[in-house]
């Protein structure tokens, strides 16, 4: 299972409607590339149309075997049969979701080494640290650098994945800390082309992590 | 169960964060006058927030032998071990969170009578209907006035609350109407005193339904 969920968590594309208002569309070309992950992210919008667009997103990823997780919402996770959901420090804790959702893989956002610390044992399954860099969609987000992130890698023993300003210009790098995968937002999701961008970012990764074990 | 709920609903006081910011404060002074059911309603904040209010809300509930209901998330309201949840058009499918949450009181929000048969058949237990009246709180929301509000009465097997500008005033009118009870924002959370406000519409309330079965 463990390493199931590495290999699947080499490239976490999350949704931006802002960027890219047809989600669903996206959603296909990122799977097309090679997305491994894709994160459901809809704040402003109402539950009645997260469902809608999950249930979009739960046939693609089927469709191209990757995992669909959504972003702090327990309630759209559940009703879209998705494989998990990311928890921040603003969102419903952790221990909480493992209860309600005894299922669900549950990912914790962090933001510091105390708080990689914290959702560990609270027990997420995984971790997306950041902000590596400073990111383009999340202006006010805390920035740990490639240091911070190698410390979160050391001393957590669940997968870790980064996220915040990655592109593939420093994917590489990233990838050095140890860490199981990237996530994106607007790397792909800002892209013109969505499709060439994931393919673009999933060849480095693939490079930088070996082509994983067979399928 | 039934006479029980209808009991509850008698008077069903909604939080609102700009008119009362302390929440906790008021749905206790609103229970210290004869609450039956205080909603949560909390749009715009993160869903710790959400949870954290929820917890102290159920706390009060509980002492003082009232419902406690959640707006629109499920995920709150399993949580914070809520009695249900209030699901309108833009929210979770009725007919989905029945399946995830079956030991969860529904009401259905309707504003309009094919809505109000529709939340009836997808499984709502009891409904919400309105704006009974043009509503300071929700200015956009459709009008089905005293008529619209009887139809739905009429149509359905399920107890009809009323909702939208309903307050000491016009408490009677609606009543009479064959409703189980009211639901308020602005008549209790706009009023300078909560405690009184809440005290008065019961009475006005109990006058029009009588004193119910005893506990």
Do not use: C
Not at 13 to 21: E, H
Not at 22 to 34: P, Q, S
């Amino acid at each position: 299972m463990l390493s199931f969920l590495k290999e699947k968590l080499r490239l976490l594309v999350i949704t931006d409607k802002k960027l890219k208002p047809n989600i669903v569309k996206a959603v296909e070309d990122a799977l097309r590339g090679g997305a491994t992950s894709i994160q459901l992210r809809l704040k402003e919008s109402s539950t009645k149309e997260m469902i809608e667009v999950g249930r979009e997103i739960r046939r693609l990823t089927r469709n191209y075997e990757a995992l669909y997780f959504v972003d702090d919402r327990l309630d759209v996770a559940l009703a879209t049969d998705a494989d998990g959901v990311q928890l921040g420090p603003d969102d419903m804790p952790i221990a909480i979701a493992r209860e309600l959702a005894p299922n669900l893989i549950i990912g914790g956002s962090v933001y510091s080494l105390e708080e990689a610390v914290r959702a560990e044992s609270e027990g997420a399954d995984f971790l997306g640290a950041g902000s590596v860099f400073p990111s383009p969609t999340k202006i006010d987000a805390r920035v740990i650098g490639l240091n911070g992130l190698r410390e979160i890698v050391k001393k957590v023993k669940i997968p870790v994945v980064a996220i915040g300003g990655i592109n593939a210009s420093n994917a590489e790098a990233v990838l050095k800390t140890g860490v199981v995968g990237i996530a994106v937002i607007s790397a792909v999701m800002g892209a013109e082309d969505v499709y060439r961008a994931t393919l673009e970012l999933r060849k480095i990764i693939d490079m930088a992590l070996g082509h994983g074990e067979p399928p």
